[in-house]
Nanobody
Framework: QVQLVESGGGLVQAGGSLRLSCVAS??????????MGWYRQAPGKQRELVAA???????NYADSVKGRFTISRDSAKNTVDLQMDSLKPEDTAVFYC?????????????WGQGTQVTVSS
């Protein structure tokens, strides 16, 4: 059974940094991880893409985090990290790890349980 487990959230002052990590477990040899990424959901708002990285290391960032956040991936370890610098109070949200995993011709999207990031002003 595929599971995504996040770590690294917490409370930080504006201008500070945090690093989120996510590991995908239960991914056997018959599976292929197409992409991994991070989404976030602030209170009263919809979940939104923060950053994603494909199997070829292509990246995609939300405009609001470009130049501040960096996503990286270790395909051998099935991990994805999000380095967040110059954090702003508006970055406060629950951050969710996401992975799109294929088995044969079928693809499935998996989510982690979420980790809280709070940025104080």
């Amino acid at each position: 059974q595929v599971q995504l487990v996040e770590s690294g959230g917490g409370l930080v002052q504006a201008g500070g940094s945090l690093r989120l990590s996510c590991v995908a477990s239960g991914v056997g040899s018959i599976f292929s991880i197409n992409s991994m990424g991070w989404y976030r959901q602030a209170p009263g708002k919809q979940r939104e893409l923060v950053a994603a990285i494909g199997s070829g290391s292509s990246t995609n960032y939300a405009d609001s985090v470009k130049g501040r956040f960096t996503i990286s991936r270790d395909s051998a370890k099935n991990t994805v990290d999000l380095q967040m610098d110059s954090l702003k109070p508006e970055d406060t949200a629950v951050f969710y790890c996401n992975a799109v995993i294929s088995r044969g011709s079928a693809a499935f999207r998996y989510w982690g349980q979420g980790t809280q990031v709070t940025v104080s002003s």
